[in-house]
């Protein structure tokens, strides 16, 4: 597509429930990051997909969180057990991948309410 | 249609020299720009700018906002090797969005030595 989409673009969800945030990258960008922005902070890092590498996990907060990369495309992070201090917009990047070439492009985000 | 757009997409200086990256935005109900600094991982908070034509301050790092063109700039002088990154610009703005918050595509910064 001509952007980076995210799905829903809402979600208001009962604590203890679980989750599931959808990034579509932009066709052909193999590089692929969750963020969180949480009210007045700056930007989160949670997970990063290259290609067929292994994930950098490294940012996920806690076993609650979890992403996969089907086929190199659609990503979904899922959050388990919500929490309220989970409540936070939840950003996707993409990129191409290509050394040198760091135009990320951002999606509009999923606004996440843990009530 | 929301939309940020940074320029140059990207520069390489050489060490010494001052930069000046800019960042231009058509949104509706403009709240606020934000700047980042993009190493690694995550991006790091700059400088939030509200008001037209107060000049916002860190070490060699500046930044103004004019609401009437609608755009800004971030100035970096006696630039480092340490200044090399991806600069993102940000706006808040209401409506559109699960926060109204809208990415430039950012502007890849090398400084060599």
């Known amino acids: 597509g001509a952007g980076v989409s995210q799905s829903p673009s809402n979600k208001v969800t009962e604590k203890g429930k679980d989750v599931e945030l959808r990034c579509d990258p932009i066709s052909g960008h193999t590089a692929l990051y969750w963020y969180r922005q949480s009210l007045g902070q700056g930007l989160e890092f949670l997970i990063y997909?290259?290609?067929?590498?292994?994930?950098?996990k490294s940012g996920l907060p806690s076993d609650r969180f979890s992403a996969e990369r089907t086929g190199g495309s659609v990503s979904t992070l899922t959050i388990q057990r919500t929490q309220q201090e989970d409540s936070a917009v939840y950003l996707c990047a993409s990129r191409t991948g290509i050394a040198n070439n760091y135009g990320y492009t951002f999606g509009s985000g999923t606004r996440l309410t843990v009530v | 249609e929301d939309k940020v757009v940074q320029s140059p997409l990207s520069l390489v200086v050489h060490e010494g020299d001052t930069v000046t990256l800019n960042c231009s935005y058509e949104v509706t109900n403009f709240r606020s720009l934000l700047w980042y600094k993009q190493e690694k991982k995550a991006p790091t908070f700059l400088f939030m700018l509200?008001?037209?034509?107060i000049e916002k301050k860190s070490g060699r790092l500046s930044s103004i906002l004019d609401k009437k063109e609608l755009f800004s700039i971030l100035n970096i002088t006696a630039t480092q090797t340490g200044d090399s990154a991806v600069y993102l610009c940000a706006v808040l703005h209401s409506g559109g969005g699960a926060d109204g918050l809208t990415f430039g595509k950012g502007t890849h910064l090398i400084i060599q030595p």
């Open positions: 997909f290259q290609g067929n590498s292994a994930p950098d």
């Open positions: 509200t008001s037209s034509g």
